[in-house]
């Protein structure tokens, strides 16, 4: 027997509210939860679920959501619908008919409600099957607000808006999440007899429940415990108190792989994080991008850590801060960072290698065993194995219009206040003696003064301040 062919997936997204009580500039569906945006959370999920399109209806501050969702690099294909006015939820998915096509199932997903699972919304998909109108629902103890689910045995027959449920359906405990599957073929029709004679004078895509009955068409429900998947957000105290929620699951997850998580209530995953065996973190540390830690690699306190590799045994010390940003940056194995050092994109780090406090470390490259402990600047920089590089010297790689490069040569030793002026080099075994300004490259082996020569006058005087009068 053959298998029956899924229906394309095609999903809506209502992103067209306001947010009035975000009390932000910024509209609802861009505030960000764990580093990204609330409606491409709902976007990524889309995409775990092979969707063919999104249509992402947007209104209130149009102008600002569009560009997010219609940027280079997108998950999925999207198509934006406007909604204006914004009549209600059923005026809304109105405004995506035109652009949906007839063989579809429709899954309608709100931008505001980010942390739904992919697999939650396959269950859901599965329930429709194509020919069966599927809502997500949960019990809630305190459903105020929220539409409830109305049953006639085990088969839904309505979803009552609160606004206009009787004192006997109030006391019902399942609600409607807001996300349902169903097939467009239906959905259209359905859509086009919606009225609003309502308690709000609101078109309510949840009357497509009432038509479907009417039509003999099944309804059903996929029941979910989980009320982080359907929790939306309408004010900073819901988004910080679902970041918290989202983060403490985030932590969770990993200490279940393995992870030595402090404290996992003052822990931040704003990106992908990866992790080897025995990686210890302390409190307070923040990932954001793509991280990659190796095995027995330890992060102390208050870290600050971005799209980077960390090989492993490698330590950062608390305070640190690493961003790679598009460049990247690499540590190699059993190096020693921090604290309060600071490694930007194009650091690469070999095995050993030690970067100390308040060392900057941009576009450079060390190779094992070097090592620069103290109050440093590397930038533009090739350093050869076992340098040992000064407390309070500079690279300087820029000339005020290009950047040039400085190269360092294994076995050098550059003293403490040195000024290496690029593009320059010092070669193999050498030695610059502190507080020198280096223009010229040097000889293997040599060691380089570049200072003026030190005066003393006997028995010299300070100024004195004159008398008040």
């Not at 990204?36 to 092979?50: D, G, S």
Request: proline share 5%; hydrophobic share 40%; with cysteine.
């Amino acid at each position: 027997m053959s298998t029956p062919v899924q229906p394309p997936i095609d999903v809506v997204v209502m992103a067209a509210g306001k947010g009035t009580r975000m009390k932000s500039r910024l509209p609802k569906v861009l505030q960000r939860l764990a580093g990204v945006p609330l409606v491409q959370h709902v976007l990524n999920t889309a995409a775990q679920l092979n969707a063919r399109s999104a249509v992402v209806i947007t209104g209130h501050g149009a102008d600002q959501v569009e560009p997010v969702l219609l940027a280079p690099g997108q998950v999925l294909s999207v198509q934006c619908v406007r909604q204006e006015p914004q009549l209600g939820t059923g005026h809304a998915v109105q405004q995506a008919v035109p652009v949906l096509a007839d063989d579809g199932v429709v899954v309608v997903l709100s931008g505001d409600v980010p942390l739904t699972q992919a697999d939650t919304l396959q269950a859901l998909i599965a329930q429709c099957g194509g020919n069966q109108l599927a809502l997500l629902t949960i019990d809630f103890s305190d459903p105020t607000g929220y539409g409830r689910i109305v049953r006639k045995g085990e088969a839904v027959q309505a979803i009552v808006e609160h606004k206009d449920a009787t004192d006997a359906q109030r006391q019902i405990k399942e609600v409607y999440s807001g996300i349902m599957a169903v097939p467009a073929r239906l959905l259209k029709a359905w859509l086009a007899r919606l009225d609003n004679q309502n308690a709000q004078g609101e078109y309510y895509l949840t009357d497509v429940v009432k038509f479907a009955v009417a039509d003999g068409v099944p309804v059903v429900a996929h029941k979910i415990a989980d009320p982080l998947q359907v929790a939306g957000i309408n004010s900073p105290v819901q988004l910080a108190e679902l970041e918290r929620a989202h983060q403490l699951r985030q932590a969770h997850r990993l200490m279940e792989q393995g992870v030595r998580l402090q404290d996992p209530a003052r822990f931040d995953l704003r990106g992908q994080l990866d992790c080897a065996q025995d990686v210890e973190i302390d409190v307070n540390c923040v990932f954001e991008g793509r991280v990659s830690l190796g095995e027995g690699v330890k992060i102390g306190a208050n870290c600050v850590i971005a799209n980077c590799t960390l090989a492993a045994g490698a330590v950062i010390h608390p305070f640190t801060h690493i961003d790679g940003e598009k460049l990247g940056v690499s540590v190699g194995e059993g190096a020693l960072i921090g604290p309060f050092a600071r490694l930007r994109p194009g650091a690469q780090l070999g095995a050993e290698v030690h970067i100390g406090n308040f060392v900057e470390v941009k576009n450079s490259t060390l190779a094992k065993g070097a090592k620069a402990n103290h109050l440093a600047y590397l930038g533009d920089a090739t350093v050869g194995e076992r340098v040992n590089y000064g407390a309070g010297s500079i690279t300087a790689n820029y000339d005020g219009a290009n950047k040039h490069r400085t190269v360092i040569e294994a076995d050098v030793h550059i003293g403490s206040n040195c000024v290496l002026v690029a593009p320059v080099t010092i070669g193999a075994g050498g030695t610059v003696g502190g507080g020198s300004t280096i223009t010229k490259s040097t000889e293997p082996g040599a060691l380089s003064v570049a200072r003026g020569k030190q005066i003393s006058i006997a028995n010299w005087a300070r100024p004195q301040k004159k008398p008040k009068a």
